[in-house]
C-alpha cells in the first residue's frame, strides 16, 4: 500500500512540477528521461533523384522545440519499405546546424553504426543538440535504387 501512495504522490509532484516550470525533461521513477515537448522532422529530401545515382545525399532536418526540455543526443532511422533497401555508407554520415539551404556549424559525432540487416543507422552526437535548434543529418548511399518511382518509407527515433 505503501508503494502505491508513493508512486501517486510522485505522480502528483511530476504534474505540478511540469505546469510551474515548463522546459524541464520529464524523468520517469526509472530512471529514464523524455523531452517534455517532442522535436519533429521538417522535411526529408534527396539532392539526386536519378536512378542508380552514386553521389546523391539524403537530409533529414529536425527541429527541437525551445521547450523540448532535453538536449538531443541520438537519432536512428530505419528505411520501413522500399522496393530496393538502401545500403548507406556510415563513414560518410555527417550533421550541421540549420537546413541544407542555410548550413551552419558542422555538428561533432560520437559515433555511427549501421545494421544492413535491419537498414537502420543510428547516430550518437559528441554532445547534445540543445532546445531550439535545428539540425540537419545528412546520409549518403552506396548509390540511389535503381528502379524507376521507387518510393521508400523511413522511419526515425530520437533520443
Given at each position: 500500500?505503501?508503494?502505491?501512495?508513493?508512486?501517486?504522490?510522485?505522480?502528483i509532484?511530476?504534474?505540478?512540477?511540469?505546469?510551474?516550470?515548463?522546459?524541464?525533461?520529464?524523468?520517469?521513477?526509472?530512471?529514464?528521461?523524455?523531452?517534455?515537448?517532442?522535436?519533429?522532422?521538417?522535411?526529408a529530401?534527396?539532392?539526386?533523384?536519378?536512378?542508380?545515382a552514386p553521389?546523391?545525399k539524403?537530409?533529414?532536418t529536425v527541429?527541437?522545440?525551445?521547450?523540448?526540455?532535453?538536449?538531443?543526443?541520438?537519432?536512428?532511422?530505419?528505411?520501413?519499405?522500399?522496393?530496393?533497401?538502401?545500403?548507406?555508407r556510415?563513414?560518410r554520415?555527417?550533421?550541421f546546424?540549420?537546413?541544407?539551404?542555410?548550413?551552419?556549424?558542422?555538428?561533432?559525432?560520437?559515433g555511427?553504426d549501421?545494421?544492413?540487416?535491419?537498414?537502420t543507422?543510428?547516430?550518437?552526437?559528441a554532445?547534445?543538440?540543445?532546445?531550439g535548434?535545428?539540425f540537419?543529418?545528412?546520409?549518403?548511399?552506396?548509390?540511389?535504387?535503381?528502379?524507376?518511382r521507387?518510393?521508400?518509407?523511413?522511419?526515425?527515433?530520437?533520443?
Open positions: 500500500m505503501k508503494t502505491h501512495k508513493f508512486i501517486l504522490n510522485l505522480g509532484v511530476s504534474c505540478l512540477s511540469l505546469s510551474t516550470l515548463p522546459g524541464l525533461a520529464v524523468r520517469f521513477p526509472d530512471g529514464s528521461v523524455s523531452f517534455t515537448k517532442s522535436p519533429r522532422l521538417l522535411g529530401i534527396t539532392t539526386l533523384k536519378k536512378t542508380d553521389l546523391a539524403y537530409y533529414f527541429a527541437i522545440p525551445a521547450d523540448a526540455g532535453e538536449p538531443l543526443g541520438a537519432i536512428t532511422i530505419a528505411q520501413r519499405s522500399g522496393q530496393d533497401e538502401i545500403d548507406l556510415a563513414d554520415t555527417f550533421a546546424i540549420g537546413t541544407p539551404g542555410d548550413r551552419g556549424e558542422q555538428l561533432a559525432l560520437r555511427v549501421y545494421d544492413p540487416e535491419t537498414d543507422i543510428a547516430v550518437a552526437f554532445s547534445g543538440i540543445p532546445p535548434t535545428t540537419t543529418l545528412g546520409l549518403l548511399p552506396g548509390r540511389n535504387p535503381p528502379i524507376f521507387s518510393v521508400s518509407l523511413w522511419g526515425y527515433r530520437l533520443s
